[in-house]
Nanobody, 122 residues
Framework: QVQLVESGGGLAQPGGSLRLSCAAS????????MGWYRQAPGKERELVAR???????QYADSGKGRFTISRDNAKNTVFLQMNSLKPEDTAVYYC????????????????WGQGTQVTVSS
């Protein structure tokens, strides 16, 4: 069994910063992709940023220049540093990973975290 556990959400003022963390644990053979998505009320879930092994980092236009994704492969952890936050960044942020498990090392499985609320408001 694999779990993604997120932390770091909360309330920030416009122009402020937050740092999200997501740690993957369990029966992990390897991880190809780790990233962040978000879903605002009444809207579809959308990509924020993701890291793919041996590929360039991908950012949504909404976060370019303000958000930075990074990854600690040794700890199976991904981070999202969010600066210059705007009210429109308010959403539930979900960690996402594509993982090959020890039980099925040839089958990529998609996992989601439980979500962490980010609210940007004065």
């Amino acid at each position: 069994q694999v779990q993604l556990v997120e932390s770091g959400g909360g309330l920030a003022q416009p122009g402020g910063s937050l740092r999200l963390s997501c740690a993957a644990s369990g029966s992990i053979a390897s991880i190809t992709t780790m990233g962040w998505y978000r879903q605002a009320p009444g809207k579809e879930r959308e990509l924020v940023a993701r890291t793919i092994s041996n590929a360039p980092i991908q950012y949504a236009d909404s976060g370019k220049g303000r958000f930075t994704i990074s990854r600690d492969n040794a700890k199976n952890t991904v981070f999202l540093q969010m600066n210059s936050l705007k009210p429109e960044d308010t959403a539930v942020y979900y960690c996402n990973a594509i993982i090959f498990t020890l039980e099925r090392p040839l089958v990529p499985m998609i996992y989601w975290g439980q979500g962490t609320q980010v609210t940007v408001s004065s």
